[in-house]
């Protein structure tokens, strides 16, 4: 007997929100329009998840939704399995906890493997934390790196501050990372004693939301009036002055 060949299914990198009901200012419509004819996630948290497709106001029945833990904990041989019903030709969108899905983000991992398996990749559009602080810092967004969460102990966190501000004078790139919101201001406090006064710092806070805040100043100026950040959440960028 013959076995049964299958298309396969397409793979839908689906943007989530940086701010809480900000959704129709900055969703393409096409990311509504997928998410109601899917019905295989794979996520980082599943009550996040649901709660986001619910804020939509759909009428997906999450009944009917089929969801997958997919963290940066998954074994990689799991990985691997979470793309067997899209190799049978079931369609499957990854949602980032906040923003976009592969950016600083573990859905990168089952897109990597997608494109080992030939499965077909569709990034939709949506709110990048990172690319809009990059916007706004008015850096050069032509060479930066972002390096994501800098070490939790301190000693090598003002290594790693050190190395970045190296990197922005000599190469002329922009450096963006991030923290924990609830360990911003401890973050902050090493900036802004570690950076020489003359460095530009932008804060990028609460993008998207209500209370947005962006901000570019040299460090000294940070320093006169240095903001509150806890449980904020925030981007970091370091600039040429």
């Not at 004819?37 to 759909?58: G, H, M, N, P, Q």
């Not at 493997?113 to 030939?118: D, F, T, V, W």
Request: hydrophobic share 40%; glycine share 6%.
């Amino acid at each position: 007997m013959s076995k049964i060949k299958h298309s396969k299914g397409i793979l839908y990198l689906i943007p989530n929100v940086l701010a809480a009901g900000t959704a129709d200012a900055v969703m393409a419509p096409q990311v509504k329009s997928v998410l109601e004819a899917t019905r295989y996630f794979l996520v980082e948290d599943f009550r996040t998840a649901r709660r986001y497709i619910s804020s939509l106001k759909l009428g997906v029945n999450l009944d009917e939704v089929h969801m997958e833990k997919l963290d940066k904990k998954t074994p990689d041989p799991q990985v691997r399995k979470l793309l067997d019903p899209v190799l049978k030709g079931q369609d499957a969108g990854i949602i980032s906890e906040a923003g976009c899905p592969g950016i600083a983000d573990p859905g990168a991992r089952a897109v990597a493997r997608a494109h080992e398996l030939g499965i077909r990749v569709v990034p939709l559009p949506g709110p990048s934390s990172m690319f809009l602080a990059l916007m706004a810092s008015g850096f050069n967004g032509q060479s930066f790196t972002f390096s994501g969460y800098l070490p939790i102990e301190r000693k090598d966190r003002i290594k790693a501050i050190k190395a970045l501000e190296i990197k922005v004078i000599v190469e002329n790139t922009t450096q963006l990372f991030m923290e924990t919101p609830f360990r911003n201001n401890r973050l902050l406090e090493d900036l802004l004693e570690q950076l020489n006064p003359q460095t530009l710092l932008c804060i990028a806070s609460e993008l998207t939301g209500e209370g947005e805040n962006i901000q570019t100043k040299k460090v000294a100026d940070w320093r006169k009036e240095k903001p509150d950040l806890h449980k904020i959440p925030a981007v970091f960028l370091i600039g040429a002055s």
